[in-house]
């Protein structure tokens, strides 16, 4: 089993996020780096988890001096191939195992991944307890929209879903945005390939159906398209779905970037002009980069855990860490019920 | 029932594309413009289906004076909210049925329509019949991206899908980018949550098993976030799924256009480096541009299909003709066996 650097128990009160410097594509370096950068942002303490000495250099190669950022030895990795039930019972000195234990204990507040989401998931589920009354936990990730924020559940946690699943996602996904964007009685919308009530999947209408009975303010179907447009606050739709929505939308984002840098590239007017739109380009972009997130946070279960993107930069970890406090001093978590 | 203004039997081989004057929301206007525009293009005929008054106005209007632009009456109008089903069955003098007939009876080599997709889908599949051994049509949409065409199937004729459809489509696909796009074993891809196999809902992990099987060039599951990375010749999904994909694409590209315009409108500056960026912003926001797909082709059914889409203006229903005739003279869809 793990052991602790700090063993002393932590006022829960207090701000204290455990960190996965062991998850994603540029562990442990990148997430080294955005712990250290969070840090500098706010009111809070950081306890890094994974093998100590390891993330000992990483912090002496970031210059960090304080004493706001600990470690948490864990000496496995759970990888990203690796299935998630199995991991969880065969790593139990992993990153995620040991940082989900140290937010059971309450030696942590928080916890932040960009590992394998379906072994954060299985791990919060199983370790901290899902909600009075939730059936499956769910993770939802808010879009900024120039025309509002529009959060959009569930995007991974599960890849099938019944349609009473989905109206329990509506029930939490409302509570989220009321308690972090103060929106009074948020929309909820279904993702559907239409907006009459008879379209969808067999399994998306019957959902439509529970959600009109729903205590919450249903609007019904919308399409992908009307996603950007500020029709709703809580966009609710399986876990497969969502999933292939938010990736998409990566995607273009990229391909936009992409094709902009090869065209100025040695073009010095058009580079000027990528200069001039600069802010419009990355408002509009920025929407689609995965970085500004936050990460996506699990909803349903006993405790604060957002899930970030699997390719996270620092800056990515710095917004999931920052992303993470917010939610803790919102009780965004603590007021779901299911 | 119908009365055609052309009673004569049309030489099958010659291109004659009865277009649905009354499907979409610019309907008759923008439809009657874009059948103007294409003939104008290239060598063919064009039959407006639809009321004989109104459209022979709606001609005036365009002051069309040829004679390859005919008409095909027909006084009922099946709308977007209508069951696809008791449409058929109690509008037969639709235009969408009056038009499917016309290609039945080999008085027409080809449909397009930009009216309700289930009765285009419905119609095609009871009146023409489906292709030997194939059990549900699917409607394919190419994606032109700067790093390659990619043909996403099912974009919306079956919102559940079960495994064994899903190969089928991996047929379908392969065969049409062959023929249209000249491509010596396409690629085929999955669209999933994750590229591992283990990765997705029960029938999309079913349907990845079964494609390893088939006699096609299958590639395994990709991400949303690949589409545009030219990964793929053929990607299959479900039509809920697929549908999805394509309206996020559109609404991320009409927010983008939408947020530059109004960051320009009355800054000369920006103005000037939009101008100058026109050509690469066009290239990227036009792959998302659903004017310029040409519409989906619906594949599985024996004759030549193409549905176009609902918010069509003039310029998305000349290339929807355009798509048809192309489909047609390269043959794509009578070489798919089920």
Known sequence: MAKKKEP????????KIALDAMGG???PEEIV??????EKEGELEIVLVGPEDRLEKELEKCGYTGNKITIADASEVIEMGDSPVWAIKNKRDSSIV???DLLKNKEASAFVSAGNTGAVVTAATLTLGKKKGVHRPALGAVFPFPAGPI????IGANAECKPEMLVQFAHM????MEKIFKIEHPRVALLSNGEEESKGSPPVQKAHKLLKKAKINFIGNVEGRDLSKGVADVLVTDGFTGNVLLKTGEGLGEMLLHTLWEAVDGNPKLNEAVNVLGPVLNSVIGTLDYTGYGGAVLL???GVVVVAHGR???KAIENAVLKAKRVMEFGAVEAIRG
């Open 8 to 15: 002393k128990k932590t006022n829960n009160k207090k701000t």
């Open 300 to 302: 349903g279960v006993e």
């Open 312 to 314: 996270s930069n620092f």
């Open 98 to 100: 040991v940082g989900i």
């Open 25 to 27: 594509d540029h562990a």
């Open 33 to 38: 780096k955005g712990a250290v950068e969070a």
């Open 173 to 176: 996904g409302s509570i989220y």
């Open 151 to 154: 959060l959009c559940l569930d």
